[in-house]
């Protein structure tokens, strides 16, 4: 299937099928970076500037610090802090000790901490300080031998650092917010950065390694660890480089993604040193914050996720966003009336692509040219291979209908796809075959020229009275309503029979639909089966920390107040 690569057609003129995939570990691309641009900006936060020497050199001092803690070739140390330069440099560090990143929300609850530090067995935690005294509870029972506070501020711009000290309550609000209290017997962050720097001692590292842990729940909602190589990654942020076509040593990215997400990790930590790019980091989304940063660095590159795009717009009044070139927008669908208002404002285009933690993250996006589409998940990466199957039968694969669509589970092989779930062999096993494809869960439809729009997860569909219902195309129905900002469609149990029942949960802009209405605009468009038998209204969606609607979250909440939905 797709044997011809249909696909490369579409390419944009100087993307090759395939890229040469540098035989580096991460390490290797900040040393480069050092090498080659020593003065250029590597990490603008609110004005503060650390140079690509500055970087490396801070690096080289937290590896010593690190290695006297006991972090060596294989051991595991857990990042728990928002984005902000130390955070950088403690992903570098950890990469030169040969040592594994895993990364941690900093927003998680003490038990959900708890669980993420005893799965992937770390030995240190590099913690902000805002929540060194829950690290330090979440470790009990745990290998964490050591927990280490970040304190954020000590990397703002002196300016900033002698406001948090004024004795005024905003100040002290503020510095709370970003310090915390007494961090008990923690290690000072700040102190291992003080160590003598080494020399450098090669590690016995291989690019087919693991090198960073990311924890994704999925549909399932139970934690699990993937572990990525350095060569997955490497191999994304080169694939990336060829696709977008960026300028070595010009880019300015903005930096407004979580470092914790792969899509942040692939485009706000590890692209930068490759490219040579300077990165404005923001340790939260805040977009008079962003605009800001727009003023004081242009940005070049916007790598986002959709709802972030519209607030940027609606921020930025009448500041200039013409330095944009490029946008990329991952992890959810983007309307088309928010990519036209992007491109217009800016005069640089937004892309779309789709992936996941497991092909750390992009397998397919959209061509850097007037060929893309809004909408689609794209077209495969250089380097990369999909299937289409039966959902059911994933070694059987589909042949495509008379207009030449096909249809089914997507599956996806190239040099980004990850080694496998962290102590899951069974779950590995379920997504991962032995030669490399990987089922992504996602029902899709591939037309001919090779570009796939996405129909569904595979785990929220709706089965009703044995037809198949995709919450998406429902979604994408109801979006037209009258009333209705938001929507989620789930299922809920029907009776004992194991049959579902869809419901519709709707964000109001102003009056809400009547169900009366809402069935009655859906019964214009779906099968019957597909028409929601419940409705309710609820003031917000429950989202993940990048935007992206948590539907089974959703359902819980269904459940919870209205059992007999």
């Not at 500037?49 to 500055?54: F, G, I, S």
């Not at 977008?244 to 903005?254: K, M, N, R, S």
Request: charged share 20%; glycine share 8%.
């Amino acid at each position: 299937m797709f044997d011809d690569r249909p696909w490369l057609s579409s390419y944009s003129p100087g993307v090759p099928a395939d890229v040469e995939i540098p035989p580096t570990l991460l390490d290797g691309l900040l040393r480069q970076a050092a090498q080659r641009w020593p003065d250029r900006v590597a990490v603008d936060f609110f004005g503060a500037h650390t140079t690509y020497r500055e970087l490396d050199d801070l690096v080289d001092r937290a590896v010593a610090g690190l290695r006297q803690l006991g972090v060596g070739v294989g051991t595991r140390v857990s990042l728990v802090m928002p984005n902000c330069p130390a955070h950088i440099v403690a992903f570098y560090a950890v990469s030169r000790c040969g040592a594994v990143v895993v990364e941690h929300n900093p927003t998680y609850t003490t038990a959900e901490l708890h669980e993420q530090f005893a799965l992937a067995q770390s030995h240190v935690a590099l913690v902000w300080r805002n929540r060194v005294a829950d690290a330090q509870e979440a470790v009990r029972g745990t290998d964490v031998q050591h927990v280490v506070s970040v304190d954020v501020a000590q990397d703002l711009p002196r300016k900033m650092q002698l406001l948090l000290r004024l004795p005024v309550k905003a100040a002290r609000t503020k510095r709370a917010a970003l310090t915390g209290g007494p961090t008990g017997d923690a290690k000072d962050w700040s102190g291992l950065l003080r160590t003598e720097a080494g020399a450098r001692v090669p590690v016995d590292r291989e690019p087919t390694d693991e090198a960073l842990v990311l924890f994704t729940g999925g549909t399932t909602g139970v934690p699990k660890g993937a572990s990525i190589s350095h060569r997955n990654l490497v191999a994304n942020a080169t694939q990336g480089t060829a696709w977008a076509g960026f300028q070595p040593g010009a880019e300015v990215v903005c930096g407004v993604l979580p470092f914790f997400h792969a899509f942040g990790m692939i485009f706000c930590v590890v692209l930068p040193p490759m490219i040579g790019a300077t990165l404005v980091a923001f340790p939260n989304f805040d977009p008079p914050t962003v605009i800001d940063g727009q003023k004081r660095a242009s940005y070049t590159f916007m790598p986002a996720v959709a709802p972030m795009f519209s607030r940027i717009l609606d921020a930025a009044g009448d500041v200039d966003l013409h330095s944009i070139k490029q946008a990329f927008c991952g992890a959810m669908p983007l309307d088309a009336a928010t990519a036209d208002r992007w491109e217009n404002a800016t005069g640089g285009l937004l892309i779309e692509g789709y992936g996941s933690t497991e092909t750390s993250p992009i397998a397919l996006g959209n061509p850097a040219s007037e060929k893309r589409r809004h909408g689609a998940l794209g077209i495969p990466f250089p380097n990369t291979e999909i299937r289409v199957v039966d959902p059911d039968d994933h070694t059987a694969e589909v042949s495509p209908d008379d207009a030449g669509v096909t249809r089914g589970e997507l599956l996806v092989r190239g040099p980004q796809v990850f080694l496998g779930y962290v102590d899951r062999p069974d779950e590995t096993a379920n997504v991962l075959s032995p030669d490399g494809w990987l089922r992504t869960g996602d029902v899709v439809e591939v037309d001919p020229d090779g570009f796939a729009v996405l129909v569904d997860r595979i785990k929220e569909l709706i089965i009703v009275g044995g037809f198949k219902v995709f919450p998406t195309v429902v979604e994408d129905h109801l979006r037209a309503i009258p009333g209705v900002e938001d929507v989620a469609v789930v299922g809920v149990p029907r009776g004992v029979s194991g049959d579902e029942q869809v419901v519709a949960v709707v964000v109001a802009n102003g009056k809400p639909p009547t169900l009366e209405q809402v069935r009655e605009h859906a019964a214009q468009r779906l099968a019957k089966y597909a028409v929601p038998r419940h409705l309710h209204v609820v003031e917000e969606l429950p989202r993940s920390m990048i935007g992206k609607v948590q539907r089974r979250l959703v359902r819980e909440d269904v459940l919870k107040r209205h059992p007999d939905s």
